[in-house]
Protein backbone atom coordinates (compact mmCIF):
# COMPACT_ATOMS: atom_id res chain seq x y z
CA UNK A 1 0.00 0.00 0.00
CA UNK A 2 3.10 2.32 0.75
CA UNK A 3 4.53 1.57 -2.31
CA UNK A 4 1.76 2.39 -4.37
CA UNK A 5 1.35 5.48 -2.80
CA UNK A 6 4.47 6.72 -3.18
CA UNK A 7 4.50 5.61 -6.78
CA UNK A 8 1.63 7.89 -7.28
CA UNK A 9 3.15 10.94 -5.58
CA UNK A 10 6.20 9.93 -8.12
CA UNK A 11 4.18 9.66 -10.91
CA UNK A 12 2.39 13.45 -9.80
CA UNK A 13 5.92 14.72 -9.36
CA UNK A 14 7.31 13.79 -12.58
CA UNK A 15 3.80 15.27 -14.34
CA UNK A 16 4.44 18.28 -12.44
CA UNK A 17 8.28 18.30 -13.67
CA UNK A 18 7.14 18.61 -16.73
CA UNK A 19 4.51 21.31 -16.09
CA UNK A 20 7.08 23.22 -14.49
CA UNK A 21 9.73 22.79 -17.12
CA UNK A 22 6.68 23.97 -20.06
CA UNK A 23 5.45 26.95 -18.16
CA UNK A 24 8.95 28.45 -17.52
CA UNK A 25 9.84 27.72 -21.40
CA UNK A 26 6.46 29.54 -21.59
CA UNK A 27 7.50 32.57 -19.54
CA UNK A 28 10.64 33.08 -21.13
CA UNK A 29 9.28 33.32 -24.36
CA UNK A 30 7.43 36.28 -24.09
CA UNK A 31 9.05 39.25 -25.32
CA UNK A 32 7.35 42.10 -22.89
CA UNK A 33 9.22 41.43 -19.30
CA UNK A 34 5.81 42.27 -17.79
CA UNK A 35 4.63 39.82 -19.73
CA UNK A 36 7.22 37.44 -18.59
CA UNK A 37 6.79 38.72 -14.81
CA UNK A 38 3.12 37.98 -15.17
CA UNK A 39 3.61 34.44 -16.67
CA UNK A 40 6.02 33.40 -13.95
CA UNK A 41 3.54 34.62 -11.03
CA UNK A 42 0.58 32.94 -12.54
CA UNK A 43 2.42 29.72 -14.16
CA UNK A 44 5.43 28.65 -12.65
CA UNK A 45 5.23 29.64 -9.51
CA UNK A 46 1.86 27.84 -9.31
CA UNK A 47 3.73 24.87 -10.81
CA UNK A 48 6.51 24.96 -8.19
CA UNK A 49 4.19 24.98 -5.07
CA UNK A 50 2.56 21.95 -6.70
CA UNK A 51 5.86 20.51 -6.58
CA UNK A 52 7.34 20.91 -2.97
CA UNK A 53 3.34 19.59 -2.04
CA UNK A 54 4.03 15.99 -4.06
CA UNK A 55 7.71 16.07 -2.91
CA UNK A 56 6.85 17.06 0.93
CA UNK A 57 4.35 14.01 0.62
CA UNK A 58 6.99 11.72 -0.56
CA UNK A 59 9.58 13.46 2.30
CA UNK A 60 6.94 12.76 5.24
CA UNK A 61 6.23 9.01 4.10
CA UNK A 62 9.84 7.87 3.98
CA UNK A 63 12.53 7.56 7.12
CA UNK A 64 15.29 10.40 7.08
CA UNK A 65 17.76 8.10 6.61
CA UNK A 66 16.43 6.74 3.97
CA UNK A 67 15.66 10.27 2.25
CA UNK A 68 18.66 11.00 -0.62
CA UNK A 69 18.27 14.49 0.13
CA UNK A 70 18.34 16.98 2.27
CA UNK A 71 14.99 17.50 4.21
CA UNK A 72 13.58 20.96 4.33
CA UNK A 73 14.47 21.51 7.73
CA UNK A 74 18.08 20.09 7.38
CA UNK A 75 18.42 22.85 4.72
CA UNK A 76 16.75 25.32 6.49
CA UNK A 77 18.37 24.85 10.36
CA UNK A 78 22.16 23.82 8.44
CA UNK A 79 23.03 27.71 7.45
CA UNK A 80 25.26 28.75 9.78
Same mark, same amino acid.
Given at each position: ????????? /???? %??? $?? /? +????????????? /? +?????? %? &?????????? +?????????????????? $??? $? /??? +???? &?
Amino acid at each position: ARCREISRH /TDTI %YAI $YS /T +LGEAMHHADSAED /T +LERAMR %Y &KDDVIGAMNA +LREACDACEAMIPNEQWP $YPS $Y /TDI +LFSV &K
